[in-house]
């Protein structure tokens, strides 16, 4: 028996919605969404879309530059995500029964400057253990090898770009206050 749903799929591969378009939207919405709430660029949507486009266009052609298919791993992150929520969700939803007024709960147990804090951090770790962010880990692996990089140069040259783009980030939106 034919199933439909396997076909639609097959199709979508075919046509390489998973590997170049599904990409594309999530991160052109993921860096509009962050760069609306931040102000980095001001409020101007017209800016702030086109750069989220263009910064989009890049991921889009992603797997042809690097050679590289992230459609598993992009799928398999999905997945994991949408399992963890529905976990969370079920979690809430029994834990409403026990306790009718939830979210005042949990903004006492769960303090900013306390062990949530901790705790978040080490979920973060635990995934990235997991292989739950392996999409970004391989295809950079892949460009280093191809430049004939040495992977600690690599790994520290890595690190370091992620912690500049943090510290400008919060600098340049440190002193505006997000609505």
Known sequence: MVNIFQIAVERLVDVGFYNFLLPFILFTTLLYAVLTKTKVLGE????IGIIS??????????????????????TAFLTQGAVFILVLVMAFLIGS????NMMEKLGEIF?????FTWLLWAVIAAAVG?????????????????????????????VLTVVF???????????????
């Open 97 to 100: 029964f026990f306790y009718p």
């Open 44 to 47: 101007s949507p017209v800016i």
């Open 130 to 158: 997991a292989g739950l962010f392996s999409i970004i880990g391989g295809s950079l692996k892949n460009v280093f090898s191809s430049l004939r990089v040495p992977s600690d140069l690599g790994a520290l040259a890595g």
């Open 111 to 115: 303090k900013p400057p306390g062990p």
């Open 53 to 74: 486009v263009s910064a989009g266009l890049l991921i889009f052609g992603l797997p042809v530059i690097v050679g590289v298919s992230i459609a598993q791993p992009l």
């Open 165 to 179: 783009i943090i510290i400008l980030i919060v600098a340049i939106a440190g002193g505006k206050e997000a609505k």
